[in-house]
Nanobody, 125 residues
Framework: VQLQASGGGLVQAGGSLRLSCTLS????????MGWFRQAPGKEREFVAA????????YYADSVKGRFTISRDNAQNTVYLQMNSLKPEDTAVYYC???????????????????WGQGTQVTVSS
């Protein structure tokens, strides 16, 4: 399984970005998908997750109402739409795939089997 993330960049506070992550090598719809982030000097943290058939989405409190996770199983891609960005959203963002057979998605990093390379998001004040 390979995960390729893209869409990061430099944006001013209040702006928007959309991250994409494409899975190859396996059947995308068999995986719950998550986004995590790691800011400089901090541990990697959960951002958002979506179940295999998009029936369930989950968000960290810090991004709820500003970020939206979605997936397109036909395109093998998961998205993270980020609006009203804040300087504290600056981090490397990672997508991850969880092969657990479940109707839900996990907030726990250890449950994810495959990780992308990360894409840098920088929000200037």
């Amino acid at each position: 399984v390979q995960l390729q993330a893209s869409g990061g960049g430099l944006v001013q506070a209040g702006g928007s970005l959309r991250l994409s992550c494409t899975l190859s090598g396996r059947t995308f719809s068999n995986y719950a998908m998550g986004w995590f982030r790691q800011a400089p000097g901090k541990e990697r943290e959960f951002v958002a997750a979506v179940s295999r058939k998009s029936g369930h989405t989950y968000y960290a409190d810090s991004v709820k109402g500003r970020f939206t996770i979605s997936r397109d199983n036909a395109q093998n891609t998961v998205y993270l739409q980020m609006n009203s960005l804040k300087p504290e959203d600056t981090a490397v963002y990672y997508c991850a795939a969880d092969a657990t057979l479940s109707s839900f998605a996990s907030r726990t990093q250890g449950n994810y089997d495959h990780w992308g390379q990360g894409t840098q998001v920088t929000v200037s004040s």
